[in-house]
């Protein structure tokens, strides 16, 4: 189970127009292919797929798991994440932290700008 800040990446695989009821086997198989492009860069990682979405949990080097992931054929979008409870009390400190964080790395006095 993720702690509250880990780093995750969101893989995302958009509609999928199958035939039949193949959906299931295609997550398996877009999971199999994951782990198998992460097998030499990270053989500790988790993933799991949940509500149409496949959750990496990296045990370390996020940034080159999801440059990794890139190669893999189905996904339509990658992004990176931190996991925390679905509370707005969680998500807001969440968003705290990773805000001071990433002030931190900026010259004092400088203007910043961001998104959420």
């Not at 990446?9 to 999971?31: D, I």
Request: charged share 30%; aromatic share 6%; proline share 3%.
């Amino acid at each position: 189970m993720s702690t509250v800040g880990d780093e995750v990446v969101l893989a995302r695989f958009g509609e999928l127009w199958l035939k039949g009821k193949n959906r299931g086997e295609f997550e398996r198989v877009l999971v199999r292919n994951s782990r198998a492009a992460l097998a030499t860069l990270d053989p500790d990682v988790r993933i799991e797929r949940q509500h149409g979405i496949v959750i990496v949990h990296p045990s370390r080097r996020t940034h080159e798991v999801a440059r990794r992931l890139r190669d893999v054929f189905g996904y339509s979008s990658l992004s990176h994440a931190r996991a925390c409870e679905s509370t707005k009390e969680a998500i807001a400190a969440l968003a705290m932290r990773v805000f001071r964080e990433a002030l931190e790395g900026h010259p004092p006095g400088r203007v910043v700008s961001f998104r959420v």
